[in-house]
């Protein structure tokens, strides 16, 4: 076990509704990133949240979008859904400033949309 | 070309088989290589962490770097049925996000 908890498991959305995930960062983290795994591939990053700011975006539009909070938990919103947006969405929680940059995920929320 | 490539596999081991999973990158600048194991639809494991080049073992384990060539190899000895996941390397160049291969699935049969 991780530390990093993820909620909910599991959820179907419909196009165009917007979602809300969310992730519990380990203890003694400060930072979180968000990746989206698509069936059969490799995680790909969204974006990083340190000091309740994002820190790094990959190539995601800015219907995804998210939030850190002062305990370092996080949410990942996504506005407009589509189709392609169905995949298992991971949590990563790691500490800036260490000597070693291990990230440690959750379980993932697999998202589905119809 | 992808940063990360990795095979996607299926590769199929008997128990008790040594295993060598491999990536190649693009990117001189990485720097910090790790190694996570995936369960079907479950979040992925660290199983190894390196910084620059050479060795590192732990248990069964032994993940390599080899810089000047862009190339990180992980081995699994005497290889056990509850190591059949799927495997991805990673790598990043600092703080910021993690590269992640394709993932290779493995299978290991008793």
């Known amino acids: 076990e991780t530390g990093v908890t993820q909620s909910p498991t599991h959820l179907i959305k419909t196009r165009g509704q917007q979602v809300t995930l969310r992730c519990s960062s380990q203890?003694?983290?400060?930072?979180v990133s968000w990746y989206q795994q698509a069936l059969g591939q490799g995680p790909q990053f969204i974006f990083q949240?340190?000091?309740?700011?994002?820190?790094g975006r990959g190539n995601f539009p800015p219907r995804f979008s998210g939030l850190q909070f002062p305990n370092y938990s996080s949410e990942l919103n996504v506005n407009a859904l589509e189709l392609d947006d169905s995949a298992l969405y991971l949590c990563a929680s790691s500490l800036q400033g260490a000597v070693k940059t291990e990230a440690f995920f959750g379980q993932g929320t697999r998202l589905t949309v119809v | 070309q992808k940063e990360v490539e990795q095979d996607p596999g299926p590769l199929s081991v008997p128990e008790g088989a040594i295993v060598s999973l491999n990536c190649t990158y693009s990117?001189?600048?990485?720097?910090?290589f790790m190694w996570y194991r995936q369960y079907s639809r479950k979040g992925p494991e660290l199983l190894m962490y390196?910084?620059?080049?050479g060795n590192k073992e732990d248990g069964r384990f032994t993940a390599q770097v080899d810089k000047s060539s862009k190339y990180i190899s992980l081995f699994i000895r005497d290889s056990q049925p509850s190591d059949s996941a799927t495997y991805l390397c990673?790598?990043?160049?600092?703080?910021?996000?993690?590269?992640f291969g394709t993932g290779t699935r493995l299978l290991v049969s008793p």
């Open positions: 390196t910084y620059s080049s």
């Open positions: 990117n001189s600048a990485f720097q910090y």
């Open positions: 990673a790598m990043n160049t600092g703080f910021q996000k993690l590269v």
């Open positions: 203890s003694g983290h400060n930072t």
């Open positions: 949240y340190y000091r309740e700011e994002e820190n």
